[in-house]
C-alpha cells in the first residue's frame, strides 16, 4: 500500500529534513485551494473557546478545502466544468447542517414527591444512510450545540471507519447522580416513548447508544420500553438499540469496545516507522509512557491494553483527583479502588499531583477521554507528550490543533481512534437483525473438522512408518518404539480448535477495521501532502465516501 514509506525510499532524509516537510505540506496543500471558509467560521481557527459545533463545522470545510478539485475531477458523465463544480458544491453544502434536531421536556415526580421538569434533546445529523446512529448522554452539560457537534462527529466517524450509518445524538440534561434508580428508569423510559412518537427511535430509522452517564442497564430499559410500545409488532425491535447487557441482545467485546479501538488505532501509527521518525521517537510500544485524562469506561479499557501492551501508565486525571507514578500505575488495582471507594483519590500506590496540571508533564502519550476542548490555544504550547490518541470526542480546538501540528506533535483525531465503539455497535445491530449470536452455526463443525484433520494426519504419518525401510532407518536413530504416534494440538491451536467465538470475532472485526481505516489515512495524507495532520486526512475520506452516497443515489425531490 502506498504510504509514507514510499516518502522516506526518496532519498535518506534526514529526521530534521521529514520535520519541516511535515510542519510545511498542510499550509501548501491549502494555499494551492479554491474553496473558502465561511465567513462566520473564520474566528474558529484562533478561537480559544469555539462552540462545538462550529468547531466540527471548521473541521469539515477544512476538509473540502482539500477534496473539492478531486471531487470535480472524478464526476464522470457528460456535465460541463461548470455543471460539475456547481454540482460537487451543492453535495458539500448537503453534508454541513443537522437534517432533523427535536427538543423533548416532561415532567418527573420524584421519590420524595416534588416535581421537575426534564430537558432533552435528539440530534439527526445525516441521513445519507439509514439509521442513524449515536449514543444518549445524561450530563448538565448537555445542550442544542452539544447534540448537533457529536451527531455531526457521528457522521464523519461512521463513514471515517466504513460503518453504514449516518450520524446521531442525543443528551438529557440531568446529572445521573442526584437520582435514584427507580427515576433514572422513569426519565430513560418517558423519554424513549417521546423520541418514538416522533420517529426518533427504531431499528431502521434511529439506533442510540450509550454514552457518558449511560450504560448497559438504560440501554435495557430503552428496547424493552420500545419492544413494549411502538414496536410490538416488530421482530426486530430489540435492534432499536445498542450497547444492551448479553441477555437482552447485546454482544460480547462491546463495554471495552472504544478502549480497544483506541489501542488499536495507537498500535497502528506507534509501530509505522516513519510517522515515528518524523516527530523523534522509535517505533513500538516498549519504554513508551502515557498520561489519561478521564478514568471512566473508555479511559479504564485503554488504560488496560495499553499497559498489556508493554506502556505504562505515568498519571490519571480525573474531576475529582490527580495520581502520578513515574514507576506505573497498575489499571486493575486502580479500578478495584475506583469501584470500592468511588473516587480514585487516597490510591496507595500512586502520589496526588502537585505540580500545576498533569496533562503538561513529560510524556510519549497524552489521552483524553473526558470532555471537549481540554486542549486550546492557551495551554496546546505547554503539553510535552509526542502523541495525542482522541479518546474523548472533540478534545481538541482547531487553534491547538495548528500549533500541535506546527510542535511536531502527532495527533490521531477522534472521529478515527474512538471509533470502536460505533464499529462494535453495528456487529450488536448485525447480531439483532440477524437473531443468532456470532459462531453459534458453526462451532460443532469446525471443531469435529479441526479433529479429523488431526486424525489425519496421525494416520498419514502411520502410514508412513509403517514402511519397513522407513521403519528400520527409524528404530537405528531412535530404538524400536510401538504404539500409535499421538498427535496432539498446540495450545493456541487447542484454544481456536472450535471456531471463533463470538468474543474472538468482534475483536477481529475490530481490529481489522482500525488497521484498513489506519492505511486509508495514511495514502490520503500522503496523496494530498498532509504531512501530520491526520486529522484533515480522515476528514477528506469520510467527505469523500458521503458525498459519493449522495451522488450515486441523487435527491428524492
Known amino acids: 500500500m502506498y504510504h509514507l514509506k514510499s516518502l522516506a525510499r526518496q532519498g535518506a ?12 505540506l498542510p499550509t501548501a496543500a491549502l494555499q494551492t485551494r479554491n474553496y473558502q471558509i465561511p465567513d462566520r467560521l473564520k474566528d474558529v481557527a484562533t478561537a ?11 473541521f469539515f470545510h477544512r476538509g473540502c478545502q482539500i477534496s473539492e478539485d478531486r471531487l470535480v475531477d472524478d464526476m464522470k458523465g457528460k456535465l460541463s466544468l461548470d455543471e460539475k463544480k456547481q454540482k460537487v458544491k451543492g453535495i458539500l453544502q448537503l453534508m454541513q447542517p443537522c437534517d432533523h434536531i427535536i427538543e423533548i421536556a416532561f415532567p418527573l415526580r420524584r421519590d420524595a414527591g416534588n416535581y421537575e421538569m426534564i430537558t432533552g434533546y435528539r440530534a439527526q445529523h445525516s441521513t445519507h444512510r439509514i439509521p442513524t446512529k449515536g449514543g444518549i448522554r445524561f450530563s448538565l452539560d448537555v445542550s442544542r450545540d452539544e447534540v448537533k457537534a457529536l451527531s455531526a462527529l457521528m457522521t464523519f466517524k461512521c463513514a471515517c471507519v466504513d460503518v453504514p450509518f449516518g450520524g446521531a445524538k442525543a443528551g438529557l440534561k440531568i446529572n445521573p447522580k442526584e437520582y435514584s434508580e427507580h427515576e433514572l428508569e422513569k426519565i430513560t423510559r418517558r423519554f424513549t416513548l417521546e423520541l418514538a412518537k416522533k420517529g426518533f427511535i427504531g431499528p431502521g430509522v434511529d439506533v442510540p447508544a450509550p454514552d457518558m452517564g449511560t450504560g448497559e442497564r438504560e440501554m435495557s430499559w430503552i428496547a424493552d420500553t420500545y419492544a413494549k ?7 426486530n425491535a430489540h435492534a432499536c438499540v445498542t450497547g444492551k447487557p448479553i441477555n437482552q441482545g447485546g454482544i460480547h467485546g462491546r463495554v471495552s469496545a472504544t478502549g480497544r479501538g483506541v489501542f488499536h488505532g495507537l498500535e497502528n501509527f506507534i509501530n ?8 523523534g521517537t522509535t517505533p513500538g510500544w ?4 502515557f498520561i489519561v485524562q478521564g478514568f471512566g469506561n473508555v479511559g479504564l479499557h485503554t488504560t488496560r491494553y495499553l499497559t498489556r501492551a508493554g506502556a505504562t501508565c505515568i498519571g490519571v486525571i480525573e474531576h475529582d483527583g490527580t495520581l502520578y507514578n513515574p514507576e506505573g500505575i497498575d489499571p486493575k488495582l486502580l479500578e478495584d479502588y475506583k469501584n470500592e471507594h468511588g473516587t480514585i483519590v487516597g490510591y496507595p500506590n500512586a502520589k496526588p499531583y502537585e505540580g500545576e496540571n498533569l496533562m503538561f508533564e513529560q510524556c510519549d502519550i497524552f489521552i483524553p477521554a473526558a470532555i471537549e476542548k481540554v486542549i486550546n490555544s492557551e495551554n496546546a504550547n505547554r503539553i510535552q507528550c509526542k502523541i495525542i490518541a482522541e479518546a474523548a470526542n472533540g478534545p481538541t480546538t482547531p487553534a491547538a490543533d495548528k500549533i500541535l501540528i506546527d510542535r511536531n506533535i502527532l495527533v490521531i483525531p477522534d472521529l478515527y481512534i474512538n471509533a470502536g465503539g460505533v464499529t462494535v455497535s453495528f456487529f450488536e445491530w448485525l447480531k439483532n437483525l440477524n437473531h443468532v449470536s456470532y459462531g ?5 463443525y469446525e471443531r469435529e473438522s479441526n479433529y479429523h484433520l488431526l486424525d489425519s494426519v496421525q494416520q498419514s504419518i502411520e502410514r508412513i512408518i509403517n514402511d519397513e525401510s522407513v ?14 504416534i499421538p498427535v496432539t494440538p498446540s495450545e493456541s491451536f487447542q484454544k481456536r480448535i472450535s471456531g471463533a467465538s463470538e468474543k474472538d470475532i468482534v475483536h477481529s472485526g475490530l481490529d481489522y477495521t482500525m488497521e484498513r481505516s489506519a ?20 476528514y477528506v475520506n469520510s467527505i469523500e465516501k458521503i458525498f459519493t452516497t449522495y451522488r450515486d443515489a441523487g435527491l428524492a425531490f
Do not use: C, W
Open 13 to 24: 532524509m534526514r529526521q530534521q529534513e521529514l520535520t519541516a516537510l511535515a510542519k510545511a
Open 229 to 235: 410500545t411502538i414496536g410490538h409488532l416488530d421482530i
Open 440 to 444: 453459534r452455526l458453526t462451532f460443532k
Open 48 to 58: 480559544k473557546d469555539p462552540r462545538f459545533f462550529d468547531m466540527v463545522e471548521y
Open 519 to 538: 492505511r486509508a489515512i495514511m495514502k490520503t495524507a500522503m496523496k494530498y501532502n498532509l504531512g501530520l495532520d491526520l486529522r484533515t486526512a480522515a
Open 272 to 279: 509505522e516507522a516513519n510517522y515515528m521518525s518524523m516527530i
Open 471 to 484: 521403519q528400520e532407518s527409524l528404530e537405528r536413530r531412535f530404538g524400536r518404539v510401538g504404539g500409535r
Open 286 to 289: 516498549g519504554g513508551k509512557t
